[in-house]
Protein backbone atom coordinates (compact mmCIF):
# COMPACT_ATOMS: atom_id res chain seq x y z
CA UNK A 1 0.00 0.00 0.00
CA UNK A 2 1.61 3.61 -0.65
CA UNK A 3 2.87 5.57 2.59
CA UNK A 4 3.90 9.33 2.80
CA UNK A 5 7.54 9.31 3.74
CA UNK A 6 9.48 11.55 5.76
CA UNK A 7 12.88 12.17 6.59
CA UNK A 8 14.73 12.73 8.95
CA UNK A 9 13.17 10.26 11.27
CA UNK A 10 14.71 13.10 13.59
CA UNK A 11 16.82 16.15 13.93
CA UNK A 12 18.70 17.71 16.33
CA UNK A 13 19.51 21.67 15.64
CA UNK A 14 20.68 24.48 17.79
CA UNK A 15 18.59 27.79 18.03
CA UNK A 16 18.72 30.36 14.94
CA UNK A 17 19.47 27.42 12.69
CA UNK A 18 17.64 26.42 9.54
CA UNK A 19 16.19 23.12 8.75
CA UNK A 20 14.67 21.48 6.35
CA UNK A 21 12.20 18.99 6.55
CA UNK A 22 11.30 16.17 3.66
CA UNK A 23 8.13 14.54 2.87
CA UNK A 24 7.63 12.56 -0.33
CA UNK A 25 3.54 12.03 -0.37
CA UNK A 26 1.88 9.19 -1.87
CA UNK A 27 2.16 9.60 -5.49
CA UNK A 28 -1.29 10.22 -7.35
CA UNK A 29 -1.96 12.58 -4.37
CA UNK A 30 -2.90 15.95 -5.09
CA UNK A 31 -3.75 18.15 -1.64
CA UNK A 32 -0.01 18.16 0.88
CA UNK A 33 -0.28 19.58 4.18
CA UNK A 34 2.16 19.60 7.27
CA UNK A 35 0.94 19.39 10.96
CA UNK A 36 2.92 19.97 14.08
CA UNK A 37 2.26 18.12 17.91
CA UNK A 38 4.15 19.15 20.37
CA UNK A 39 4.63 16.35 22.97
CA UNK A 40 1.14 15.17 24.49
CA UNK A 41 -0.58 17.42 23.31
CA UNK A 42 -2.83 18.07 20.06
CA UNK A 43 -2.26 17.96 16.33
CA UNK A 44 -1.85 21.72 15.14
CA UNK A 45 -2.42 22.61 11.01
CA UNK A 46 0.13 24.66 9.85
CA UNK A 47 -0.10 24.43 6.40
CA UNK A 48 -2.23 23.17 3.17
CA UNK A 49 -0.80 23.13 -0.51
CA UNK A 50 -2.47 22.62 -3.27
CA UNK A 51 -1.85 22.90 -7.35
CA UNK A 52 2.19 24.34 -6.12
CA UNK A 53 0.66 27.14 -3.70
CA UNK A 54 -0.71 26.81 -0.11
CA UNK A 55 -3.93 27.28 0.07
CA UNK A 56 -4.81 28.06 3.56
CA UNK A 57 -2.39 28.42 6.67
CA UNK A 58 -2.50 29.00 10.00
CA UNK A 59 -1.28 31.61 12.43
CA UNK A 60 1.09 29.04 13.35
CA UNK A 61 2.76 29.47 9.95
CA UNK A 62 4.59 33.00 10.12
CA UNK A 63 7.26 34.36 8.43
CA UNK A 64 9.90 31.96 9.71
CA UNK A 65 7.96 29.09 7.78
CA UNK A 66 8.30 27.90 4.12
CA UNK A 67 6.56 25.22 2.12
CA UNK A 68 7.80 23.80 -1.34
CA UNK A 69 7.81 21.44 -3.92
CA UNK A 70 10.89 21.42 -5.75
CA UNK A 71 9.98 18.70 -8.13
CA UNK A 72 7.35 16.38 -9.14
CA UNK A 73 7.91 14.11 -5.54
CA UNK A 74 9.17 15.89 -2.73
CA UNK A 75 6.97 18.71 -0.78
CA UNK A 76 9.84 20.58 2.11
CA UNK A 77 8.89 22.63 4.95
CA UNK A 78 11.57 25.10 5.88
CA UNK A 79 11.87 26.81 9.73
CA UNK A 80 14.40 29.67 8.71
CA UNK A 81 15.31 30.35 12.40
CA UNK A 82 14.68 27.65 14.65
CA UNK A 83 12.97 28.87 18.39
CA UNK A 84 13.04 26.59 21.19
CA UNK A 85 9.29 26.34 21.10
CA UNK A 86 9.78 24.89 16.97
CA UNK A 87 10.52 21.65 19.23
CA UNK A 88 7.73 19.21 18.27
CA UNK A 89 6.88 15.90 15.86
CA UNK A 90 5.87 17.23 12.71
CA UNK A 91 3.67 15.30 10.35
CA UNK A 92 3.77 15.66 6.34
CA UNK A 93 0.19 14.55 4.99
CA UNK A 94 -1.57 14.05 1.92
CA UNK A 95 -5.30 13.33 0.68
CA UNK A 96 -6.16 12.59 -3.02
CA UNK A 97 -9.09 15.61 -3.65
CA UNK A 98 -10.43 17.83 -0.87
CA UNK A 99 -12.70 16.01 2.07
CA UNK A 100 -10.71 13.29 1.67
CA UNK A 101 -8.92 11.11 3.97
CA UNK A 102 -5.70 12.11 5.12
CA UNK A 103 -2.69 10.27 4.97
CA UNK A 104 0.35 10.65 7.40
CA UNK A 105 3.88 9.88 7.16
CA UNK A 106 5.46 8.57 10.58
CA UNK A 107 6.76 12.11 11.44
CA UNK A 108 10.49 14.29 11.92
CA UNK A 109 10.78 14.86 15.68
CA UNK A 110 12.60 18.35 16.01
CA UNK A 111 14.65 18.75 19.21
CA UNK A 112 15.63 23.03 18.99
CA UNK A 113 19.07 23.22 21.80
CA UNK B 1 -11.66 26.65 14.50
CA UNK B 2 -10.68 24.01 16.95
CA UNK B 3 -13.27 21.35 17.52
CA UNK B 4 -13.73 20.87 21.22
CA UNK B 5 -13.60 17.40 22.58
CA UNK B 6 -14.92 15.66 25.45
CA UNK B 7 -13.92 13.89 27.47
CA UNK B 8 -10.65 14.34 27.67
CA UNK B 9 -10.10 11.05 28.76
CA UNK B 10 -12.05 7.91 29.28
CA UNK B 11 -10.66 4.27 31.01
CA UNK B 12 -12.74 1.32 29.99
CA UNK B 13 -12.38 -2.37 30.38
CA UNK B 14 -13.11 -5.06 27.65
CA UNK B 15 -15.91 -5.30 26.36
CA UNK B 16 -17.31 -1.82 27.89
CA UNK B 17 -18.82 0.77 25.55
CA UNK B 18 -17.52 4.75 24.92
CA UNK B 19 -18.48 7.84 23.27
CA UNK B 20 -16.50 10.49 22.20
CA UNK B 21 -18.08 13.95 21.38
CA UNK B 22 -17.07 16.77 18.75
CA UNK B 23 -18.25 20.17 18.98
CA UNK B 24 -17.46 23.36 16.82
CA UNK B 25 -18.29 27.00 16.64
CA UNK B 26 -17.84 26.99 12.99
CA UNK B 27 -20.68 25.43 10.32
CA UNK B 28 -19.02 22.29 9.15
CA UNK B 29 -18.57 20.55 6.07
CA UNK B 30 -17.20 17.48 6.98
CA UNK B 31 -15.75 15.51 10.06
CA UNK B 32 -13.16 12.99 10.28
CA UNK B 33 -12.04 10.98 13.11
CA UNK B 34 -8.47 9.48 13.26
CA UNK B 35 -6.78 7.37 16.21
CA UNK B 36 -3.38 7.85 17.27
CA UNK B 37 -1.31 5.27 19.14
CA UNK B 38 1.65 6.82 21.40
CA UNK B 39 4.93 7.54 19.09
CA UNK B 40 3.05 7.00 16.15
CA UNK B 41 1.25 8.80 13.15
CA UNK B 42 -2.72 9.49 13.42
CA UNK B 43 -4.34 6.74 11.23
CA UNK B 44 -7.66 7.71 9.20
CA UNK B 45 -10.91 5.68 11.01
CA UNK B 46 -13.83 7.54 8.96
CA UNK B 47 -15.40 10.71 7.48
CA UNK B 48 -19.22 12.09 7.62
CA UNK B 49 -19.93 14.66 4.87
CA UNK B 50 -23.81 15.08 5.34
CA UNK B 51 -25.92 15.85 8.29
CA UNK B 52 -27.14 13.49 9.75
CA UNK B 53 -24.81 10.78 8.20
CA UNK B 54 -23.81 7.64 10.31
CA UNK B 55 -20.87 5.30 9.16
CA UNK B 56 -19.81 1.92 10.64
CA UNK B 57 -16.15 0.57 10.73
CA UNK B 58 -16.37 -2.98 12.56
CA UNK B 59 -17.64 -1.79 15.95
CA UNK B 60 -16.73 2.03 15.75
CA UNK B 61 -19.00 3.91 14.04
CA UNK B 62 -19.83 7.71 13.89
CA UNK B 63 -22.79 10.02 13.73
CA UNK B 64 -22.66 13.87 12.46
CA UNK B 65 -25.52 16.37 12.96
CA UNK B 66 -24.73 18.91 10.95
CA UNK B 67 -27.55 21.59 12.73
CA UNK B 68 -25.55 21.23 16.14
CA UNK B 69 -22.07 21.03 14.51
CA UNK B 70 -21.89 18.05 16.12
CA UNK B 71 -20.08 14.71 15.95
CA UNK B 72 -19.98 11.55 18.06
CA UNK B 73 -17.78 8.68 17.48
CA UNK B 74 -19.03 5.09 19.00
CA UNK B 75 -16.60 2.56 20.20
CA UNK B 76 -18.89 -0.94 21.27
CA UNK B 77 -17.34 -3.75 23.07
CA UNK B 78 -14.07 -2.17 22.73
CA UNK B 79 -10.82 -3.86 22.91
CA UNK B 80 -7.13 -3.36 23.85
CA UNK B 81 -6.49 -2.41 20.54
CA UNK B 82 -8.58 0.72 20.53
CA UNK B 83 -6.34 1.93 23.13
CA UNK B 84 -4.93 5.45 21.96
CA UNK B 85 -5.98 9.06 21.49
CA UNK B 86 -8.57 9.79 18.96
CA UNK B 87 -9.00 12.83 17.40
CA UNK B 88 -11.62 14.56 15.25
CA UNK B 89 -10.97 16.82 12.23
CA UNK B 90 -12.88 19.57 11.05
CA UNK B 91 -13.42 21.12 7.97
CA UNK B 92 -15.49 24.42 6.78
CA UNK B 93 -17.12 24.35 3.23
CA UNK B 94 -15.22 25.49 0.75
CA UNK B 95 -11.62 25.15 3.24
CA UNK B 96 -8.64 23.24 2.40
CA UNK B 97 -7.57 22.89 5.79
CA UNK B 98 -8.49 20.23 8.47
CA UNK B 99 -8.20 20.94 12.33
CA UNK B 100 -8.26 18.76 14.41
CA UNK B 101 -9.81 18.76 18.83
CA UNK B 102 -8.53 18.44 21.56
CA UNK B 103 -8.29 14.74 21.43
CA UNK B 104 -9.24 12.26 23.98
CA UNK B 105 -7.27 9.42 25.31
CA UNK B 106 -9.35 6.07 25.54
CA UNK B 107 -7.16 2.98 27.65
CA UNK B 108 -9.01 0.07 27.46
CA UNK B 109 -7.38 -2.69 30.20
CA UNK B 110 -8.15 -5.95 30.49
Known amino acids: EPEVTQTPSHQVTQMGQEVILRCVPI?????FYWYRQILGQKVEFLVS????????KSEIFDDQFSVERPDGSNFTLKIRSTKLEDSAMYFC???????????FGNGTRLTVT | QQPVQSPQAVILREGEDAVINCSSS?????VHWYRQKHGEAPIFLMI?????EQKGHDKISASFNEKKQQSSLYLTASQLSYSGTYFC???????????FGTGTRLTVIP
Open chain 1, 93 to 103: ASSGQGNSPLH
Open chain 1, 27 to 31: SNHLY
Open chain 1, 49 to 56: FYNNEISE
Open chain 2, 26 to 30: KALYS
Open chain 2, 48 to 52: LLKGG
Open chain 2, 89 to 99: GTEGSGANNLF
